[in-house]
T-cell receptor, first 109, second 114 residues
Framework: ELKVEQNPLFLSMQEGKNYTIYCNYS?????LYWYRQDPGKSLESLFV?????AVKQEGRLMASLDTKARLSTLHITAAVHDLSATYFC?????????FGAGTRLTVKP | EPEVTQTPSHQVTQMGQEVILRCVPI?????FYWYRQILGQKVEFLVS????????KSEIFDDQFSVERPDGSNFTLKIRSTKLEDSAMYFC????????????FGSGTQLSVL
């Protein structure tokens, strides 16, 4: 069964600091997604990574994919309070998309 | 941007009752999904649906659950006899093809089973 593991599950960081969230998965896939969820809200698509070595950046967030290591990272640069949310990675297996447990990020002033 | 629409936004029901959660996927999409999220927990896959049949289902999707596309626009999830542990947020999602397209999620239906 496909397993998707994220770490850390909880992350508290100061504004202005950098940090990386990791997503490991157990099957061969070259399609990985990152989503953001605010409390009580739906899932907002952040990044779609479709090949080994893919790197995408949007504002203070940068996502990468290493399909050989079965690892994706979401790097946060100079965090700001607005980035506080839960971040999910998800691995696409054609028939469905399996999610990690999520990383609850809190950015403190 | 086109949206996946879910109704109702909140549903309260008694244990043992049947509920139907409704979704209107984006109009040109062909692949449909239901996920659920128990409060504060991970997003769990329930079922995927294509060409009027289930493509894949998880172990959560037991005989109490069923899905249907009754017409050209709606996609429904039915829970035949609700249990307390069915209380969760249920998300519908759609895309026009698997793999290269992001999944568009609806805003969810919060189901509370009393």
């Amino acid at each position: 069964e496909l397993k998707v593991e994220q770490n850390p599950l909880f992350l508290s960081m100061q504004e202005g600091k950098n940090y990386t969230i990791y997503c490991n998965y157990s099957t061969t896939s070259d399609r990985l997604y990152w989503y953001r969820q605010d409390p009580g809200k739906s899932l907002e698509s952040l990044f779609v990574l479709l090949s080994n070595g893919a790197v995408k950046q949007e504002g203070r967030l940068m996502a990468s994919l290493d399909t050989k290591a079965r690892l994706s990272t979401l790097h946060i640069t100079a965090a700001v309070h607005d980035l506080s949310a839960t971040y999910f990675c998800a691995v696409d297996t054609n028939n469905d998309m399996r999610f990690g447990a999520g990383t609850r990020l809190t950015v403190k002033p | 941007e086109p949206e996946v629409t879910q109704t109702p936004s909140h549903q309260v029901t008694q244990m043992g009752q049947e509920v139907i959660l409704r979704c209107v996927p984006i109009s040109n999409h062909l692949y449909f999904y239901w996920y659920r999220q128990i409060l504060g927990q991970k997003v769990e896959f329930l079922v995927s649906f294509y060409n009027n049949e289930i493509s894949e289902k998880s172990e959560i999707f037991d005989d109490q659950f069923s899905v249907e596309r009754p017409d050209g626009s709606n996609f429904t999830l039915k829970i035949r006899s609700t249990k307390l542990e069915d209380s969760a947020m249920y998300f519908c999602a759609s895309r026009d093809r698997p793999g290269n397209e992001k999944l568009f999620f609806g805003s969810g239906t919060q189901l509370s089973v009393l």
